[in-house]
């Protein structure tokens, strides 16, 4: 039920012709019924065999007589390696061989004409070995398309991020320049700014000191000008001591007879008429 099943399931069956890679003889046991020895010979020789075979063949076609056109290829050591186009691989053909079952070989020899394998049992194990070669192929072909696919999406991911990296980067880059050049332009906003107060302030230290030198000049005059009145208006009087010799006689005289002090009356008497005659000389001058 389940080779049914499974039949049904992988539609009309095949050619019965994908027998693996079997020397001409052995071939021709299995295909007896379909194709005529001498065709088998032909493609011994050719590589090539085109069969038509005849007879009924039952199954979907509801048991109807039809014919079939059947090519095979065979290799150098003319083991049919190539059926309808298909390609057979060495898993089919070893599968093939081992299904083959041993205990029919005696009936295989029996004669070109005689089917020693039944029309539907031939079918299905061609069908089965084409269906699970299709198979095998086809997930073979969908892992390598998914194993495409994802490759092509980590590297359009890959792109992507890269992509965006780049433009983070870019933008980071414009962003630090933009910065750089607005503190630049601080920098020269304050450095003009300092070299303008810089020139106020010395413009004011300028003035502060021309006005200082101005006052200092004023001042100067007017001082020397005060003091031309002062003395203009108190006139000085330039005096010498008199008889300054004899008074220094006389004091270091009272200090050596401090206590007889009559001792020194000749000096105090030559020292009075000094003075009186500096009075004298004071007064004739006008004095």
């Keep these: ?36 020895p001498r065709e088998c010979a032909g493609a011994l020789k050719n590589s090539w065999v085109r069969a038509r075979t005849a007879g009924t063949e039952a199954g979907a076609m509801g048991g109807t ?3 079939r056109r059947v090519t095979f290829e065979a290799d150098e050591n ?34 070109i004409y005689g089917a020693s394998v039944s029309d539907e049992e031939l079918k299905r194990r061609v069908a089965e070995e084409l269906a699970l070669e299709q ?24 792109n992507e991020q890269l992509t965006r ?11 630090e320049r933009a910065k750089a ?14 070299k ?17 030198s101005e006052f200092y000049k004023v001042t100067t005059e007017q001082y020397q000008k005060a003091a031309e009145e002062v003395e ?4 000085r009087y330039e005096y010498h001591p008199v008889c300054a010799d004899l008074q220094a006689q006389i004091l270091q005289c009272y200090r050596q007879n401090s206590h007889q002090t009559l001792s020194c009356s000749a000096l105090a008497n030559q020292y009075m008429h000094c003075v009186n005659h500096a009075k004298q000389s004071m007064l004739e001058k006008g004095g």
């Excluded at 390609?87 to 029996?110: A, C, F, H, T, W």
């Design 78 to 111: 003319e083991n049919i390696t190539v059926v309808k186009g298909i390609r057979l691989s060495e898993n089919v053909i070893d599968r093939m061989k081992e299904s083959s079952p041993s205990g029919s070989k005696s009936q295989r020899y029996s004669g």
């Design 232 to 235: 203009a208006k108190f006139k």
């Design 135 to 158: 198979a095998k192929k086809e997930s073979e072909s969908q892992k390598r398309l998914k194993q495409s696919r994802d490759l092509e999406r980590e590297r359009a991911a890959a």
């Design 1 to 36: 039920m389940a080779r049914d099943r499974r039949r049904r399931e992988l539609g009309p069956a095949p050619s019965p012709c994908l027998l693996g890679s079997w020397p001409c003889s052995c071939w021709a046991r299995e295909v007896s019924r379909l194709l005529h």
């Design 181 to 194: 050049k607005h503190l630049v332009k601080q920098l020269e906003e304050k450095d003009r700014m300092i």
């Design 196 to 212: 303008k107060q810089d020139a106020f302030y010395k413009e004011q230290l300028a003035r502060l000191e021309e006005r200082s």
């Design 65 to 67: 007589a039809s014919t």
């Design 165 to 175: 990296a780049i433009l983070r980067e870019r933008i980071s880059s414009e962003e």
